[in-house]
């Protein structure tokens, strides 16, 4: 339909990824090698073969038994291949072996995409779970106009799209209306622009005298964002049509932490791009993703460090005296130091697009990569200071990801950091949401003045991390905070607040119960744009577990645990709610399935070892207590949950030391150093008048530390 007027751009997309992103399994598209290989990883054999036209692979099923599975489209292309399966009555699931499609010897080959861990059935990454469900974790990115046909009465998605690769209208919107006009020969140039998204003038880049950086001419627009964010990120979907909406009306991007992100916002996790690409300067600045990728074939406008030169001076910043390596080595391309790569799905490498400069300096402190020691093994951190420091480069003093840190820890001198960040003009406004939404670990008096002005910020991202950030304040400082924003008409934001007032919701007056009701009801409906997915119906069953409404929330984790047996957060949930009911012995099946998802997760193990207390079994339960305060996702809670159950068994020593560990980590938790205090309970006790201390510049105000200073009335330490 389009490629009768749009010649050059179709054939530009007939040799891009997106014209690859899905296809039917026919010769023409199939590079896998399906004649009749077989391979064994996990322990499970695998056998890719013919029937007649037919691509079939045949290997362990969901129940554990061998099976044959026809093979409905081949997925993506480069530098991978992944085949998605027909599972039985009609549902899609992407094969967990994908073919390496890079040249022979590295590729050309079968492999697992998860090398590390042994995916079996039962496994949430298994080939056969939810995870890896075409309809709800694939189709809206690899094909055009996805819709997903709930059917009401059973719950079940029929899901159908317009073409079934990633093609004109996924960019640009319904042509309909354009193809009318153009065949009528009535199609004005403001018709043309307002169907094409993102056609029209772009920002142009313009060299000043005596400035080596190109500055924009023209408005800088989000344009780029709308058009290629949606699926070039992590985001939650806040409406069921999001074609022709801003991208973050139509998306909630999920904010840089620290499982997806290294602390200084570099890429750890598959991120997809617009996370790491809006924390940059680049993006402060104006440039968008067209600036550097044609976008049709995706490819860069120009070979090598051309691309970089089109803004930045090839006879300043590609010359030795910049980059200090020989031109045409590892560490001449601009690339290599300032989007070092990381490989996903076994040999993807994708680029990091926040465009860091390389920080050894940082590495130190917080232990994330740079591009020197990346590239120079063997070579390790201090060295790479020393050579930048032979160079005549200081690295600066400052840097957002330190200040990032103490807000994690619970920092409350941090947030005048927090406050200089802010008001920083170059700093990306994704890196100040995620400062305010860090703020809520700070449980500081001066944090509600610190958030209200940005709650009427312009930037809706900000104004979302603002709201983020009062998950840190009380019940009724909170409520205050939002009484007159409540009418905020931003998706995004109004998403975010819901999320924030449902959390104290049950401590809401009837008047601002009922101030509430839209907002909640707006909560309501951008969850349903994404109910096949087991995450959102543990959001809704949460939502309703807040609003008294025990049999919808039931309903709904059913629902989530349907879809996906192995939801953690569905499984920890019910149990709480089946504990609230007094469905104790429930309550401990449901822990034990999510230990067995996730036996290292510090939630469950919490939840699990107070199950055991409640069962008057705590000797047992000092065992998932004490993973639960050592886990990746470990809080302070969890710490202090461990001390107490440690304490109560006799065992005050073992309870100290796992105190202290916890406040060498959270230095500033009032839980921590006032139950340290009371286990400590020797008023000449130099560690007892430290932490007193410490608890008085905290919480001057406390009514709790104000009786710890008059039960130990000597507080301060001798000269």
């Given at each position: 339909m389009c490629k009768s007027c749009h010649a050059v751009?179709?054939?530009?997309?007939?040799?891009?990824?997106?014209?690859?992103?899905?296809?039917?399994?026919?010769?023409?598209?199939?590079?896998?090698?399906?004649?009749?290989?077989?391979v064994s990883f996990h322990g499970m054999d695998t056998r890719f073969f013919r029937e007649g036209d037919d691509y079939v692979v045949e290997t362990v099923g969901r129940d554990g038994n061998r099976g044959k599975y026809p093979v409905r489209y081949a997925f993506g292309y480069r530098p991978?291949?992944?085949?998605?399966?027909?599972?039985?009555?009609?549902?899609?699931?992407?094969?967990?072996?994908?073919?390496?499609?890079?040249?022979?010897?590295?590729?050309?080959?079968?492999?697992?995409?998860?090398?590390?861990?042994?995916?079996?059935?039962?496994?949430?990454?298994?080939?056969?779970?939810?995870?890896?469900?075409?309809?709800?974790?694939?189709?809206?990115?690899?094909?055009?106009?996805?819709?997903?046909?709930?059917?009401?009465?059973?719950?079940?998605?029929?899901?159908?799209?317009a073409e079934v690769n990633v093609a004109c209208e996924a960019c640009h919107g319904p042509a309909g209306e354009h193809v009318r006009l153009a065949n009528a020969g009535t199609l004005s140039e403001s018709v043309h622009s307002g169907f094409a998204a993102g056609m029209g003038e772009r920002v142009q880049w313009r060299f000043e005298p005596g400035n080596p950086i190109a500055e924009p001419v023209g408005i800088p627009t989000d344009r780029d964002t709308d058009m290629c964010g949606g699926c070039h990120s992590l985001r939650t979907p806040l409406v069921t049509d999001a074609v022709g909406k801003p991208y973050h009306e139509a998306y909630r991007l999920e904010l840089p932490d620290e499982v997806r992100y290294f602390p200084d916002g570099q890429i750890r996790e598959e991120v997809f791009v617009l996370g790491s690409f809006l924390q940059s300067r680049m993006h402060v600045r104006g440039v968008g993703c067209g600036d550097c990728h044609e976008p049709h074939s995706g490819d860069l406008h120009l070979p090598g460090n051309g691309v970089c030169a089109q803004c930045h001076r090839a006879d300043v910043y590609d010359v030795a005296g910049h980059h200090r390596h020989t031109a045409g080595n590892p560490g001449s391309a601009?690339?290599?130091?300032?989007?070092?790569?990381?490989?996903?799905?076994?040999?993807?490498?994708?680029?990091?697009?926040?465009?860091?400069?390389?920080?050894?300096?940082?590495?130190?402190?917080?232990?994330?990569?740079?591009?020197?020691?990346?590239?120079?093994?063997?070579?390790?951190?201090?060295?790479?200071?020393?050579?930048?420091?032979?160079?005549?480069?200081?690295?600066?003093?400052?840097?957002?990801?330190?200040?990032?840190?103490?807000l994690r820890r619970g920092d409350p001198e941090a947030l005048a950091g927090v406050k200089s960040l802010l008001e920083d003009d170059d700093l990306a406004p994704l890196v100040k949401a995620n400062l305010l939404a860090q703020t809520a670990n700070v449980?500081?008096?001066?944090?509600?003045?610190?958030?209200?002005?940005?709650?009427?910020?312009?930037?809706?991202?900000?104004?979302?991390?603002?709201?983020?950030?009062?998950?840190?304040?009380?019940?009724?400082?909170?409520?205050?905070?939002?009484?007159?924003?409540?009418?905020?008409?931003?998706?995004?934001?109004?998403?975010?607040?819901?999320?924030?007032?449902?959390?104290?919701?049950?401590?809401?007056?009837?008047?601002?119960?009922?101030?509430?009701?839209?907002?909640?009801?707006?909560?309501?409906?951008?969850?349903?744009?994404?109910?096949?997915?087991?995450?959102?119906?543990?959001?809704?069953?949460?939502?309703?577990?807040?609003?008294?409404?025990?049999?919808?929330?039931?309903?709904?984790?059913?629902?989530?645990?349907?879809?996906?047996?192995?939801?953690?957060?569905?499984?920890?949930?019910?149990?709480?709610?089946?504990?609230?009911q007094g469905r104790e012995q429930e309550a401990g099946t449901l822990l034990r399935r999510a230990l067995a998802v996730a036996p290292?997760?510090?939630?469950?193990?919490?939840?699990?070892?107070?199950?055991?207390?409640r069962l008057d079994r705590h000797d047992e339960a000092l065992t998932p207590l004490s993973k639960a305060a050592q886990a990746p996702?470990?809080?302070?809670?969890?710490?202090?949950?461990?001390?107490?159950?440690?304490?109560?068994?006799?065992?005050?020593?073992?309870?100290?030391?796992?105190?202290?560990?916890?406040?060498?980590?959270?230095?500033?938790?009032?839980?921590?150093?006032?139950?340290?205090?009371?286990?400590?309970?020797?008023?000449?006790?130099?560690?007892?008048?430290?932490?007193?201390?410490?608890?008085?510049?905290?919480?001057?105000?406390?009514?709790?530390?104000?009786?710890?200073?008059?039960?130990?009335?000597?507080?301060s330490n001798p000269p």
């Open positions: 751009e179709t054939a530009a997309w007939e040799r891009s990824d997106h014209f690859r992103a899905m296809k039917a399994a026919t010769a023409a598209n199939v590079a896998g090698d399906f004649s009749d290989v077989r991978l291949q992944q085949y998605l399966l027909d599972r039985g009555d009609g549902i899609l699931q992407a094969f967990d072996v994908a073919w390496d499609t890079r040249p022979a010897p590295a590729g050309q080959r079968w492999y697992h995409l998860q090398t590390d861990e042994a995916i079996t059935p039962g496994h949430p990454f298994f080939w056969t779970g939810h995870a890896m469900n075409w309809s709800s974790h694939c189709a809206d990115c690899h094909s055009t106009n996805v819709v997903k046909n709930l059917d009401p009465t059973t719950g079940k998605f029929r899901t159908d799209y601009c690339v290599d130091c300032h989007m070092p790569a990381r490989t996903y799905m076994g040999v993807d490498g994708r680029r990091d697009h926040s465009f860091p400069i390389p920080r050894p300096d940082l590495s130190r402190e917080l232990g994330v990569p740079n591009a020197c020691v990346g590239c120079h093994s063997g070579q390790d951190n201090q060295w790479a200071v020393k050579s930048l420091r032979g160079w005549g480069v200081e690295p600066d003093a400052t840097h957002w990801s330190l200040v990032h840190r103490r449980g500081s008096s001066s944090l509600a003045d610190l958030l209200r002005p940005w709650l009427a910020h312009p930037d809706p991202l900000i104004r979302r991390g603002a709201v983020a950030g009062t998950m840190g304040l009380p019940s009724d400082v909170r409520w205050r905070m939002f009484a007159n924003r409540l009418r905020d008409s931003h998706p995004g934001v109004r998403f975010e607040m819901a999320i924030a007032l449902a959390d104290i919701y049950p401590a809401l007056s009837p008047a601002a119960r009922r101030a509430t009701a839209p907002l909640l009801a707006d909560y309501r409906a951008a969850l349903a744009a994404s109910t096949d997915l087991a995450a959102t119906q543990a959001a809704l069953a949460r939502l309703e577990v807040t609003l008294g409404r025990t049999a919808p929330a039931e309903r709904a984790f059913e629902r989530a645990l349907e879809t996906d047996p192995t939801s953690l957060v569905a499984l920890v949930d019910l149990a709480d709610l089946r504990r609230a290292d997760n510090g939630t469950a193990n919490v939840a699990f070892g107070l199950h055991l207390v996702d470990t809080q302070p809670r969890f710490v202090h949950i461990y001390a107490v159950a440690l304490d109560s068994l006799g065992q005050r020593e073992r309870a100290l030391t796992a105190l202290r560990q916890g406040i060498a980590r959270w230095p500033w938790s009032l839980d921590l150093l006032t139950t340290l205090v009371l286990f400590i309970d020797d008023g000449g006790s130099p560690e007892l008048r430290t932490h007193l201390d410490a608890l008085e510049a905290l919480a001057p105000d406390s009514p709790q530390v104000r009786a710890l200073r008059e039960r130990y009335p000597v507080v």
